[in-house]
């Protein structure tokens, strides 16, 4: 059974720092590529970060690079999102996604929510 829980969501000031986590299990992580996704209140779901299988590789979107940074630790089949200097804007929930060998994301967590306040 396939399972992706984000933990690490909150509340913070704008220009604070949050900490997101994605515990993986049931299928093949280490050999998956791992993503962040971001949903805010009336819009559509949104590309954060992702990285390669071996962590060499990293993408981030426009508005997030320089402010996010996305890692993984697969001895512990763990998905990381270090977000920094937070802004009102990036209040949302926030999703931990996977694939392999596959143009679309397979495997989708629960999601986070994360509200900065300005």
């Known amino acids: 059974q396939v399972q992706l829980v984000e933990s690490g969501g909150g509340l913070v000031q704008a220009g604070g720092s949050l900490r997101l986590s994605c515990a993986a299990s049931?299928?093949?992580?280490?050999?998956?590529?791992m993503g962040w996704f971001r949903q805010a209140p009336g819009k559509g779901r949104e590309f954060v970060a992702s990285?390669?299988?071996?962590?060499?590789?990293?993408s981030y979107a426009d508005s997030v690079r320089g402010r996010f940074i996305i890692s993984r630790e697969n001895a512990r089949n763990t998905l990381n999102l270090q977000m920094n200097s937070l802004k009102p804007e990036d209040t949302a929930v926030y999703y931990c996604?996977?694939?392999?060998?596959?143009?679309?994301?397979?495997?989708w967590g629960q999601g986070t929510q994360v509200t900065v306040s300005s």
């Open positions: 049931g299928f093949a992580f280490s050999i998956s590529t």
């Open positions: 996604a996977a694939k392999y060998k596959s143009s679309t994301w397979d495997y």
């Open positions: 990285i390669s299988w071996g962590g060499g590789t990293t």
